[in-house]
């Protein structure tokens, strides 16, 4: 199975990886980067599906039908330590954004109804946590947690510093069985600084039907249709990630690998 996406040069609406349900092979997740460059206008209409608009670098204006939110984001790097530009948009919405500076932008996507309205998400909201202790020890920044309303989509960035592990211990959420474990596709979007490296990813289910172990560049995006999937930065290269969630329940319930559980007992 490949589970590894990569790059491409800009097609005329800028984009440079697409992830569609039909492409991955599952149901809900959907997932873009589109790089434009200053000025350049993108469209587009969110029929029968939410989307999450993410200003990662550079600052644009966004409109959602009448709604304008302009000059968002502003980051120079995704690794820079402030949140980035973000609206919601629910089913049915005509969204456009112009890029005001060279400008790279996400757009999350997930099945839903057309109900509630278009808002910004504001960084103050995006709250942050530190995980894990030495070298398990990595940054997130929640975006669209299930704090925050949407249908189904739920969207996070991490930085894992060189050196580094994340998503570990080894977790996975792809039973649906609520209170003990969600359901929940993933993408997870990677970008290195320097941009020269690389990372590992594995993707792995208890039976081992699935066992894929892939080697990130910058710009790849990883699938995740199912099972544990922990990802490695070596030393000398920090590794940042966008994670794209959904699945039947919104509710992001994960269970350990067995077999690595010890590594959160106290020492």
Not at 113 to 121: D, P
């Amino acid at each position: 199975m490949n589970l590894r996406v990569r790059p491409t040069a800009p097609d005329a609406d800028g984009r440079v990886v697409a992830v569609t349900p039909e492409s991955a092979g599952w149901k809900y997740v959907g997932f873009e980067v589109r790089r434009l460059a200053a000025g350049q206008q993108s469209m587009l209409t969110s029929a029968g599906k939410e989307f999450c608009v993410l200003v990662l670098t550079g600052t644009a204006d966004i409109t959602v039908d009448d709604l304008a939110f302009p000059k968002l984001g502003g980051r120079k790097s995704v690794f820079d330590d402030a949140p980035p530009g973000a609206v919601y948009a629910p089913a049915g919405s005509r969204i456009r954004v112009q890029a005001d500076s060279d400008a790279e932008i996400a757009l999350c996507s997930a099945p839903a109804a057309a109900a509630g309205g278009a808002r910004a998400v504001s960084g103050e909201r995006m709250t942050q946590e530190v995980r894990g202790q030495g070298t398990n020890r990595r940054f997130v920044r929640n975006i669209l947690p299930e704090t925050e309303p949407a249908e189904r989509l739920l969207v996070v960035e991490v930085i894992t510093p060189g050196g580094h592990w994340s998503s570990y211990p080894p977790h996975k959420h792809d039973t649906d069985a609520p209170p003990a474990e969600t359901q929940l596709e993933e993408t997870y979007y990677h970008r290195l600084n320097p941009p020269q490296g690389f990372a590992v990813q594995r993707v792995y289910t208890d039976d081992r039907s699935l066992d894929e172990t892939v080697c990130v560049e910058d710009g790849d995006v990883v699938l995740v249709p199912r099972g544990y999937h922990p990802v490695g930065a070596p030393h000398g290269y920090d590794l940042y990630y966008l994670n794209v969630m959904a699945g039947p329940v919104r509710r992001w319930i994960y269970r350990d690998d067995p077999a690595h559980v010890w590594l959160k007992r106290p020492r």
